[in-house]
């Protein structure tokens, strides 16, 4: 079977043709194909920066049209993939009229028979470089983003295709950012359509992922953890593209930084509510008779607050709390107290001093007495003397 040729333009610069020619291309390789990359921008070669090819660079487009390489000494092949995946380069030292029309149609049926699609990045404009790339094209994918100007430039490439017999166009709305939509303040993927009337293959969200993997030479295809959403936007792109009916992925579910933070967040505190409630060590449990001793050693070693009144008199001992059994009566005297204390075993905890209420001593009632008794002695014995 025949390669099927795809050529990814736009007409305005910037709006990511070179990044999306490099993710559906890795997207398809990763789909079981065999897939060859041609940058077009002759010039201005940024293809092999994207891909991560840019130190292996032999010969290029031009030195094939050129005769100076043959087609497979020029095809750099992404080590990185277990599927074959090639890159032709631009030259970066000659203009946009080294190569024809007809150079590219006579590369791309020298690749059809032995590969299953050869992606073609588009430079900007609609001067010779525009013409190079669509020439040899079965099927032209169209980027855009959801801005006037840009949208004003894909519906002039989308007059032109048509005149080359090249259409109907494939359109893919790229940095598309749900909050300004809802907002108002950036136009919709339904107005896009109904201004320029072509298929929808695919919708990119907003990510700064992008920015990353492009800086690094990891297109951000070749991660399959679903971490980036424009990733699996190209994916589903390139399976659209085969033929499958894949559905849109929804822009509302749309992550920012703060979002992903917050998410990562809640991950850990999530893995560590689990942690907590994992086995829980073993508890050892006394026995009940250490237990009933360590009891009843906190009810002797309970300190009596003593303390005397206005007129002299000892403050009354406090009583237990209800909430602790009580062995016998509230009211207990020294004595018995004395006496359990030598029948209970020994505590290891030192009991505090007791502070005794000072006894009233026996000899002052006595004495009051003897005082009394000694005023009539006195007088008998005066009289006596008289």
């Avoid at 004003?152 to 598309?176: F, M, Q, S, T, Y």
């Avoid at 007495?369 to 007088?379: G, L, Q, R």
Wanted: include cysteine; charge should be negative.
């Amino acid at each position: 079977m025949a390669a099927r040729v795809i050529t990814v333009t736009s007409g305005k610069g910037g709006v990511g043709k070179t990044t999306a020619t490099a993710n559906i291309a890795v997207a398809l390789a990763s789909l079981g194909n065999k897939v060859v990359c041609i940058d077009a921008d002759i010039g201005l070669r940024n293809l092999d920066v994207v891909m991560g090819l840019e130190n292996r660079i032999v010969y290029d487009l031009v030195d094939i049209v050129e005769g100076r390489a043959k087609l497979r000494q020029a095809m750099i092949r992404d080590k990185r993939l277990k599927e074959e995946l090639y890159l032709i380069p631009a030259a970066q030292t000659r203009d946009k009229t080294a190569v024809s029309p007809s150079d590219m149609v006579r590369v791309c049926d020298e690749l059809r028979p032995v590969v299953d699609y050869v992606v073609i990045d588009s430079p900007a404009g609609i001067e010779r470089g525009f013409r190079n790339a669509i020439a040899p094209a079965d099927v032209v994918v169209i980027v855009t983003n959801p801005e006037v100007s840009s949208v004003r430039d894909a519906d002039r490439i989308i007059g032109l295709i048509e005149a080359e017999g090249k259409g109907p166009g494939h359109l893919v709305i790229n940095r598309v950012k749900s909050e300004m939509v809802k907002k108002g303040d950036m136009l919709s993927p339904e107005d896009i359509i109904d201004i320029l009337a072509v298929k929808l293959i695919g919708l990119v969200p907003e990510d700064e992922t992008i920015l990353v993997s492009t800086n690094r030479g990891l297109p951000a295809a070749l991660n399959t953890d679903d971490q980036s959403r424009a990733g699996v936007a190209f994916r589903n792109i390139a399976r659209r593209i085969t033929g499958e009916n894949v559905p849109f992925m929804p822009m509302e579910e749309e992550t920012g930084w703060l979002k992903r933070l917050v998410a990562k967040v809640r991950g850990a505190e999530n893995a560590a509510d689990k942690i907590a409630a994992g086995p829980k060590p073993s508890v050892v449990e006394p026995p009940k008779k250490e237990i009933e001793e360590e009891r009843a050693a906190a009810r002797l070693i309970k300190p009596v607050m003593v303390s005397d009144n206005a007129d002299g008199k000892p403050k009354a001992e406090e009583k237990p709390s209800n909430n602790e059994p009580v062995a016998s009566a509230p009211t207990r005297s020294a004595e018995s107290k004395a006496d359990s204390d030598d029948e209970k075993p020994a505590v290891v905890k030192a009991e505090p001093a007791k502070i005794e209420p000072p006894a009233p001593k026996e000899d002052e009632k006595p004495a009051e007495s003897k005082e009394v008794n000694k005023t009539p002695a006195a007088s008998t014995e005066k009289k006596a003397i008289l």
